[in-house]
């Protein structure tokens, strides 16, 4: 059994503070032996703090760092337990839903960008308590088919699930343009680019030009379809989900396609920071996130 499946026993057998016992030691000893994550997390934090004087109360330093991690650390089990089903309505707060269930009801699906920020799972709990909400995670990963399995494992009927997508052919195109037409939902991240190289964009983020991946509006541009912004955070002792429009529409200039894609991207990352000013320590990105992308495609 691993560290989380562990962690997650325990929090079944004995509730939130005997875990919370055995995660912090967890974490101590991850944090010190992963000094590229503990580097990365103190170059987002200060950034964040250039960026937005007074959000801090002094320029984030190691202790900064490790109550970053701790916040991710609990938040992975608020991940199961959201999967599981396990997480009581009065720990998050939803809004703005309405008008994307109103355009799911009438067959209009879309796009939805998020970020890995705070604990996305608990779409899970949305499309439960949103009457039937379907939602497919766009992944580049091979990892697609095990998490489903974890899924069944923790919550069978679970509504959400990782949907790999190795290219985006003409078969799968109209396979997400069949699942948008039945008012289908599908989200992929806008704040990470894939590995194995893709179409990117580059838009100013706290201050410093990043790669984001232009795919999400590449998507919305060929089917036609809204493209929505998800966020989950934490507020309080509980969660704040939040989803908004963010256009209804992607429209790219044949003779400059990468300036609207970088305006989009642009977009995103002003979203990304005004969620940032809320909770600084929702953003779960441990790797050097400003360093270049050897693999990101430029020309049209």
């Not at 991710?72 to 337990?81: G, I, P, R, V, W």
């Not at 009457?131 to 998490?147: D, K, M, Y």
């Not at 894939?194 to 232009?214: K, T």
């Not at 400059?256 to 970088?262: E, P, V």
């Amino acid at each position: 059994m691993n560290r989380p499946w562990l962690l997650y026993g325990v929090h079944r057998a004995f509730g939130r503070w005997p875990f919370l016992i055995c995660l912090y030691p967890v974490v101590l000893a991850y944090w010190l032996g992963s000094p590229l994550a503990r580097r990365s997390s103190l170059e987002y934090l200060r950034r964040l703090h250039a960026a937005e004087p007074g959000l801090f109360s002094r320029r984030p330093g190691w202790r900064a760092s490790l109550r970053h991690f701790t916040f991710f650390a609990e938040t992975l089990l608020d991940k199961m337990l959201a999967i599981g089903g396990r997480i009581p309505r009065e720990r998050v707060r939803f809004t703005g839903y309405e008008p994307m269930l109103a355009a799911s009801r009438a067959g209009q699906g879309g796009i939805i960008v998020t970020a890995h920020m705070g604990c996305l799972e608990l779409m899970q709990v949305a499309a439960t308590w949103r009457e039937g909400l379907r939602v497919s995670i766009l992944v580049h990963t091979a990892n697609a088919q095990r998490f489903n399995q974890i899924l069944d494992r923790i919550n069978p009927k679970a509504s959400v699930r990782l949907l790999q997508v190795t290219d985006f052919s003409p078969a799968t195109a109209m396979m997400l343009a069949d699942r948008v037409a039945a008012g289908k939902f599908i989200a992929i991240a806008g704040d990470r680019v894939p590995v194995a190289g893709d179409r990117i964009a580059r838009a100013n983020f706290l201050g410093h030009q990043a790669e984001l991946p232009a795919g999400p509006y590449l998507m919305a541009a060929v089917l036609r379809c809204p493209v929505w912004l998800l966020s989950c955070q934490h507020e309080g002792g509980g969660y704040h989900a939040r989803i908004e429009l963010m256009t209804q529409k992607v429209t790219l200039a044949r003779q400059d396609r990468q300036a609207g894609l970088d305006e989009q991207a642009a977009r995103f990352a002003g979203w990304m920071t005004a969620r940032l000013r809320e909770s600084p320590y929702d953003w779960f990105n441990f790797y050097p996130f400003w360093d270049p992308s050897p693999h990101g495609k430029r020309s049209d």
